[in-house]
């Protein structure tokens, strides 16, 4: 607890100084040279904690998100950016939770699933698979890993919304869009999975990408090597996350080609102009079966998704105590 303190002070302090004395900089090479080195900062912070979960979190929050919003700050863009400049407490819950303003009215969902809903799922999934995962086929495993990392993220972004709806008044994107019911693979990842990463890297990287290959290959070719760039850049990110949960062995890339596979089919979607899209239960099955085959299985290989499973359970159970305590 005392390192997770320590490297969550720091990132305060970091992101205290980026508001206070880089946001007075022009933008461009100088704000971008001021905000280095705390992309350094938050570059080493998860190598100083202990917990498998937490330095995933702490690697999805400040290594990635925050560290593109800080990018994308430096040239007076991205969610950070404002005039008149955000206040030091908004700016920083921007800047350390995974969240986006909304940018119309939330629709209903086709399945209710909500937080009161979604917490429980996940509490019972991770105790089967606590208890009984050796006795389970690892197809079974996995199947149960995509689901959790659905929940996991809409929990995750769906308890930052609520923290910041409650302290701000502001409202804000859901994490996902029912990403099991997109009828193409350029529907789930553009418009459904995962929206809060997914604005960040259009803003930091299919944008810019597209931009600067416009001038060379003409608009259409410039947006697909715009996405494959942005599917490229997710590979790594997600390889460099998995990294921090088990540095000492040596990487196997497979997720990079999982992300590098489906951005080459988006791109083909794309050049078909709608013409091979799919049934959504193939879409979904598609997803499925390639993280089946080069998303799950070096994380399972290297006991990352064990400790996990673990800590989660553990710290399950400290809450539940501590309730029944009080």
């Known amino acids: 607890?005392?390192?997770?303190?320590?490297?969550?002070?720091?990132?305060?302090?970091?992101?205290?100084?980026?508001?206070?004395v880089s946001a007075r900089l022009p933008k461009g090479k100088w704000r971008l040279i001021s905000v280095a080195p705390v992309l350094f900062i938050f570059a080493i912070l998860p190598l100083y904690i202990r917990s498998a979960f937490i330095t995933a979190l702490t690697a999805f929050f400040l290594t990635w998100l925050a560290s593109f919003k800080l990018l994308l700050f430096s040239?007076?863009?991205?969610?950070?950016?404002?005039?008149?400049?955000?206040?030091?407490?908004?700016?920083?819950?921007?800047?350390?939770?995974?969240?986006?303003?909304?940018?119309?009215?939330?629709?209903?969902?086709?399945?209710?699933?909500?937080?009161?809903?979604?917490?429980?799922?996940a509490a019972l999934m991770i105790s089967l698979l606590f208890e009984y995962r050796r006795n389970l086929h690892p197809f079974t495993v996995m199947l149960l890993y995509c689901c959790l990392l659905f929940l996991m993220i809409e929990i995750l972004v769906g308890l930052s919304s609520k923290l910041v709806w409650a302290l701000l008044g502001v409202e804000?994107?859901?994490?996902?869009?029912?990403?099991?019911?997109?009828?193409?693979?350029?529907?789930?990842?553009?418009?459904?999975?995962?929206?809060?990463?997914n604005s960040i890297l259009r803003e930091a990287v299919f944008l810019p990408v597209r931009s600067a290959a416009a001038a060379l290959v003409g608009g259409q070719a410039a947006a697909m090597i715009g996405v494959l760039a942005s599917f490229l850049v997710s590979g790594l990110m997600h390889e460099l996350l998995f990294w921090y949960l088990t540095p000492a062995a040596k990487p196997s890339w497979e997720m990079t080609w999982f992300f590098v596979l489906h951005g080459v089919c988006v791109v083909a979607e794309f050049a078909g102009k709608?013409?091979?899209?799919?049934?959504?239960?193939?879409?979904?099955?598609?997803?499925?079966?390639?993280?089946?085959?080069?998303?799950?299985?070096?994380?399972?290989?290297?006991?990352?998704?064990?400790?996990?499973?673990?800590?989660?359970?553990?710290?399950?159970?400290?809450f539940i105590n501590f309730l029944f305590c009080t």
């Open 1 to 20: 607890m005392k390192n997770i303190d320590y490297v969550w002070l720091s990132a305060v302090g970091a992101l205290l100084y980026s508001r206070l």
């Open 75 to 121: 040239f007076d863009l991205g969610p950070l950016y404002s005039d008149p400049p955000k206040s030091l407490p908004v700016f920083i819950a921007v800047a350390t939770l995974p969240f986006t303003l909304a940018a119309a009215p939330r629709k209903p969902p086709k399945l209710p699933l909500y937080l009161a809903a979604e917490i429980p799922i």
């Open 172 to 197: 804000l994107q859901p994490p996902s869009d029912e990403p099991y019911l997109a009828a193409s693979l350029r529907e789930f990842w553009g418009r459904r999975w995962n929206l809060t990463v």
């Open 274 to 318: 709608g013409k091979w899209r799919l049934p959504w239960f193939l879409t979904v099955a598609f997803v499925i079966g390639t993280s089946f085959w080069l998303f799950f299985p070096p994380v399972m290989r290297n006991g990352a998704d064990v400790r996990v499973i673990e800590e989660i359970r553990f710290a399950g159970e400290l």
